[in-house]
Every structure is written in structure tokens, then in C-alpha cells.
């Protein structure tokens, strides 16, 4: 999988370090990741983990973020970290001539499953993922709600249906969770399982008998 790049959403919902921890994963792999974060997004990220950036400044400040974690560390080899506005409607992950081919939407607000599940394209987040989907490439949605109704899961079972996978942020406890920084490992882990990805960033099942 050398060289080989994803597309990585940030949206309005809840969980917006999912999103930059798995772009922190992917990258630390030596993977480029193209970055969109949408606007509401960026207000998500500054109030539930006090990291206030700009379009601007998105890419110094995620990296300075991971760098701060301890996810990248200086002088090690990674990926390459693009940031392109969710407006910016001819870059890349738009046209399905980029070859661009895996996408992940984390955190997956309703209203971005809504219009992807309808084949409406009103930014950048949604033309990528409608993308993938033509292309028959892979389109992972982390979705974040609850509860849900009956047109989010009208939604899911369509895009399910469309070749997408439905991931929600759902962890699991038999991992014996010690902090939130081990719940939201154990849902990247799990996504970089589903992207063919070696990793052992969350506890695996191991049965104890009985």
C-alpha cells in the first residue's frame, strides 16, 4: 500500500478527534491524506478540544495537534498532510479521474449522510463521497447521533445497500477502556481494520475461558 493516499472528511458532529487521530495514523504509515474539514467542524474542534484554527492554518495546526499527542514525531517519516476547503469544489477528491479511491467520513454528521444517501453534492465532503461510490471505491462513515430516527436509518441501510460501510462510534468495553483516549483508539483501530491496515492500537478479543 505504498504511496497510496485517502480522503479523510471532518464534519459537524460530535467526535471530531476521531477524525484527527486516524488523519494522525494514516499518516505516521507513511499514507498522504487529503484533509476536508467542513465550517461547523471547525467550530466542533475548538470547543471540545480547544484547537482553534482556520482554513488557513489547518494543516500546521492538525499537525502541530498530532505532533502534541505524540502520534507524529519530529523528524519521522510521513505522509503528506493537503487541507482543501469544503468549497473548493475543483480539487482533487471531486473528480473521479483523481484516482482517489478510499474516503472516510469522521465524524459523519446526519445532515452529510442525508445528502450523500440522495446523490446531493452542495460541497466538497459530499461530490468525494459520491466519488467513491461511482468509482466502486471504498466509503467508510463514521456516524455520531443518537438517538436514531427512522430517516437516519433509512439512510444508512441505502448507503449500505450503495457499497458504502456504516461504522459507527460505538466502542467497545471488554478492552477495559482507561481513558477516552483508549475508546476512540479502539474506533480507529477498527476503521484501520476495515482499510487492510496492520495496527494494534486497541486491545483485540481474547477470550478468557469459560
Known sequence: MAGKSFVVAITGASGAVYGLNLTGELLKRGFDVDLIISPTAFIIIEEELGLKMSAASAE???????????????????????????????????????????????????????????????????????????????????????????????????????????????????????SVGDMVDFIVGKILDMLGIENEIYKRWIPTGG
Not at 519521522?76 to 479511491?101: D, F, H, I, N, Q
Not at 453534492?121 to 436514531?148: H, N, Y
Open 60 to 178: 500546521a495546526s492538525v499537525t502541530a495537534f498530532l505532533k502534541d499527542k505524540g502520534i507524529l514525531t519530529d523528524g519521522a517519516e510521513s505522509g503528506v498532510l493537503t487541507y482543501y476547503s469544503p468549497m473548493k469544489l475543483a480539487a482533487p477528491p471531486a473528480s473521479g479521474s483523481s484516482l482517489k479511491r478510499v474516503m472516510v467520513v469522521i465524524p459523519c454528521s446526519m445532515g452529510t449522510l442525508g445528502r450523500i444517501a440522495s446523490g446531493i453534492s452542495k460541497d466538497l465532503i459530499d461530490r468525494a463521497a459520491d466519488c467513491i461510490l461511482k468509482e466502486r471505491g471504498t466509503l467508510v462513515l463514521v456516524p455520531r447521533e443518537t438517538p436514531l430516527n427512522d430517516i437516519h436509518l433509512e439512510n444508512m441501510l441505502k448507503l449500505s445497500r450503495a457499497g458504502a460501510v456504516i461504522l459507527p462510534a460505538m466502542p467497545a468495553f471488554y478492552t477495559k477502556p482507561e
